[in-house]
């Protein structure tokens, strides 16, 4: 499993200088770089590479015996939301694969409300369990959730919604068993970008005006996920050269039928939409029912791209109706943050940050992505 520490100084020169696309004028001309040649081959190395990884951390993992009796409480901020319910499933089953018995895993759904989580980690504590994975509802609530659960001396892995950078910080200089899995999400919208800029800017820029007219659906602007994926993709086109014009950029909180609103309603607004940019797959497949109600074809008068590879979505960059996605490893991670309790729990410990990479997905590789999680 890679892992990648991130040194304090790195973190706080991340820290967020946030800015919504729309109104973000000043193109940067920067060079553009030679990433045209992501094909089948690099997938092939991606897939390949994380099936090593899973091998080799099978082979790590602690015999069966001493996990058998541990018991792992597990807080997913919404069970309503596709990407976790992927990610918690294959969590759950890679549990049992090393180890715990299913009836020592209890995994909660905090209904995206704060307090009801909070309480749910309370009644965790209170049972006493060895670890706890936790998929916070609000990110910014991290720091009265660390002091509780590290309060009560129980080790703690933070999934999927990165607390800030000083409150990771707090980990590494109390020394605390705390970390955080997952991928970083400048990632996923630089490779958003990237898709659109491979197509070549005259194939894109459909009307010929020297500029690319975009509309923007957003994730829970809670969300490091939405904020950086909504910051890179558009970076990515300036990046390249190009001249972007933001149309309108809209919170669709992760969800298909607030975005296939939004999108009706953007599209009717501004038929001279060129890229439609969503943050996930979710709010993709809600954009594209909006994209083919106004009479729009994607890849012919409209581009279109999300973030996850969900089937359904991979199946759309198959037929030629997404553009592209981007593969969120809820594989990699979910058995990452499963690894990292393990070794809370045998005592071996943890980095406090544990990365994974996305990979782009189009339609050269969409067929092998979409067989590698079957
Ligand atoms: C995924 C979204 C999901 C969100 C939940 C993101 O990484 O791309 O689909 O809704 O996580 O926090
Ligand atoms: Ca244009």
Not at 33 to 59: G, Y
Not at 60 to 75: H, I, R, W
Not at 270 to 279: D, K
Request: proline share 2%; hydrophobic share 40%; glycine share 8%.
């Amino acid at each position: 499993m890679k892992k990648k520490l991130v040194s304090l100084l790195t973190v706080s020169a991340l820290t967020m200088a946030m800015l919504a696309g729309c109104g973000n004028a000043a193109a940067d001309t920067a060079t553009q770089t030679a990433e045209t040649a992501e094909t089948v081959a690099d997938t092939a190395t991606d897939v390949a590479e994380t099936a090593t990884e899973v091998a080799e951390t099978v082979a790590d993992a602690a015999p069966a015996g001493d996990l058998a009796d541990k018991k792992v409480g597990v807080c997913i901020y919404q069970f309503a939301d596709n990407f976790m319910t992927l990610f918690r499933n294959e969590l759950e089953s890679y549990l049992v694969s090393q180890g715990f018995s299913k009836d020592n895993i209890t995994i909660v759904d905090g209904a995206n409300d704060q307090a009801t989580q909070t309480n749910q980690i309370q009644n965790f504590i209170t049972q006493g369990v060895d670890v706890l994975i936790i998929n916070p509802v609000n990110s910014s609530s991290a720091a009265t959730i660390t002091d509780l659960v590290v309060g009560a001396n129980i080790p703690l892995v933070y999934i999927n919604r990165e607390p800030d950078a000083d409150e990771e910080a707090r980990w590494s200089s109390n020394g605390w068993n705390v970390t955080y899995v997952g991928c970083d999400a400048r990632q996923s919208g630089t490779m958003q970008g990237e898709i659109i800029v491979d197509l070549g800017q005259e194939t894109v820029d459909l009307n010929g005006d020297g500029k690319i007219q975009y509309v923007m659906v957003e994730g829970d602007p809670e969300n490091v996920d939405a904020q950086y994926r909504t910051e890179f993709s558009v970076k990515a086109l300036e990046d390249a050269g190009w001249t972007v014009d933001c149309l309108d950029d809209q919170v669709g909180n992760w969800d298909q039928a607030t975005a296939q609103q939004l999108v009706a309603n953007m599209l009717s607004a501004h038929p001279e939409t060129e890229v439609v940019f969503c943050n996930n797959d979710a709010m993709a497949l809600g954009a594209l029912q909006s994209i083919e109600a106004a009479g729009r074809k994607v890849g012919e008068d409209i581009y279109l791209v999300g973030v996850d590879a969900l089937t359904e979505a991979l199946e759309d960059v198959i037929a030629g109706t997404m553009t592209g996605t981007v593969f969120n490893d809820h594989i990699a991670q979910s058995h990452g943050a499963a690894d990292a309790a393990i070794n809370y729990i045998t005592g071996a410990g943890n980095e406090y940050y544990i990365g994974c990479d996305y990979v782009k997905v189009t339609t050269d590789n969409a067929q092998s992505v979409l067989d590698s999680l079957k």
